[in-house]
């Protein structure tokens, strides 16, 4: 991890990339995290969330860390899409504390203002989502 870390740190996407073929699975899966977060933040999010539905649901929770970094308020309907394209329960459990952590961590005005934009139907599933992270009443905060 730390050669990894030498070359993000060194911002060298190029050789990130590379590494993402990698037959070492660790090794794989962390260059392509770390790829994508010297990509322009969009594209990054836009890599990660592309790729999330063939990886294990392991990996989906490696993964977690690099979408939370990436992922704006702004961004909810593009998660709720990538949880939409998801075929198993597995993925989509793994997923699902991805966008429960995302709104503990993004809560405030903007992630209110990306809510309101959504269907009436979303905003009620992430209400349910959220009821044990924000209290009974759901996305707004005690």
């Keep these: 991890m730390n050669a990894l870390y030498a070359l ?7 050789e990130l990339e590379k590494l993402g073929s990698s037959p070492t699975h660790f090794v794989e899966l962390h260059s392509r995290g770390l790829a994508a977060m010297l990509q322009r933040r969009d594209e990054g999010l836009d890599c990660l969330l592309e ?11 490696d993964f977690a860390h690099y979408i939370l970094e990436l992922a704006r308020p702004e961004d909810i309907a593009k998660l709720l ?3 939409k394209r998801l075929k198993d329960a597995m993925r989509t459990d793994a997923f699902f504390e991805i966008l429960r952590q995302f709104l503990e961590q993004r ?8 809510l309101a934009a959504l269907p009436e139907v979303e905003r009620r599933a992430l209400d349910v989502l959220n009821t044990g992270v924000f209290g009974s009443d759901g996305l707004r905060p005690h």
């Excluded at 993000?8 to 190029?14: E, G, I, L």
């Design 107 to 114: 809560r405030g005005p903007a992630l209110e203002k990306a």
């Design 81 to 83: 899409e990538t949880r």
């Design 8 to 14: 993000f740190s060194q911002k060298n996407r190029a």
């Design 51 to 61: 790729i999330i539905g063939t990886r294990s649901p392991e990996d989906i929770k």
